[in-house]
């Protein structure tokens, strides 16, 4: 028996086990892939985002031979589809095969490896033999494992804990936070919940009426691949502007014109903003007329990616236009000041990008 005034659910989640896939050594998820056994010749990812992404980049590196499977149209769903196109010319030579809008269907384990039977959306199939696969195909949350529901918390079928801005669940006194709460499944999201948590939690036993208070109100949470190339985004992306219906103008400035890439020997990389370009934007900003409304998305593919996201994060978070980054100085030579850099390409006022091509 355990009792508590109140208590906060960090119970987290799992990866996701295809049903078909044999029990076998030769087959790990992300935690076994870290439990480094030795090098594959033959590597299968089954589904292409970021976590698959991420240890496929490491195995290769090593000198294992890739393959990767993925149901969707193309990899890493979720990132800016300029930003994926220079990741992938860049990884290319780690795979023999990328099958997309491809399922796995089959696997058994052989003394020659695991046969896995993969069939098309158009009906064709395939198979292979692999010294390892990877199952990287989603996480599912542990709400339905902890028996939460002995204690009145309400569990949906997919095992989530709901939960209000404070990260409080039905029941009053109990608080979850973290993957068993929802999408993003990210630690960084996480550790803001439970800051939420545990200030309300401080300030309702305190009697402190502004810890009290705390609510969780992020506007927008980045993502960050963990490739080589980094890959990190955060907000809206084009294909999600185009969705909702949202004119957006895009400021994507390469870094083949950044010095410091270039010094680094690195200059594959892009950063990519978009801002606000519907009929009213920008009014009532300070900066009508001048320049486009507010940053809306954005990201980069290179070195550092993850390092330098936050900036546009913050951006979003504060509602800057085009005019507040690209007028905020960037220190030089560095590869933060391409994001000042991109931001004066959709002002159009970028003097360091080389003019087109005719």
Known sequence: MVAFKKAIIAAGSQAVRLPFMPDDPRVVD??????????????LIVGGGIIGLEMGTVYSTLGARLDVVEMMDGLMQGADRDLVKVWEKMNKHRFDNILLKTKTVGA??????????????????SEGTYDLVLQAVGRTPNGKKIAADKAGVSVTDRGFINVDIQMRTNVPHIFAIGDIVGQPMLAHKAVHEAHVAA?????????????????????VIPS???????VAWVGLTEDQAKQQGIKVKKGLFPWAASGRAIANGRDEGVTKLLFDDSPEAGS???????????ILGGGMVGTHAGDMIGEIAL?????????????????????GESIGMAAEVAHGSCTDVPPARK
Do not use: C, W
Request: glycine content about 16%; charged content about 20%; overall charge negative.
């Open 30 to 43: 992300s935690t076994g892939a870290l439990a480094l056994q030795g090098v594959p010749q033959k590597m």
């Open 315 to 335: 951006a979003i978070e504060m509602g800057a236009d085009a005019v507040d980054i690209g007028k905020t100085i960037h220190p030089h030579p560095t590869l």
């Open 108 to 125: 058994q384990a052989t003394p020659e490896g695991i046969q896995v039977q993969f069939e098309g959306l158009d009906g064709t199939k």
């Open 224 to 230: 960050v691949a963990y490739t080589d190339p980094e």
């Open 284 to 294: 009532g900003d300070g900066h009508a007329g001048r320049g486009h409304g507010k």
């Open 199 to 219: 200030e309300v939690i401080a300030g309702e036993l305190q009697g402190n009426k502004e810890l009290a208070s705390a609510a969780f109100n992020a506007r």
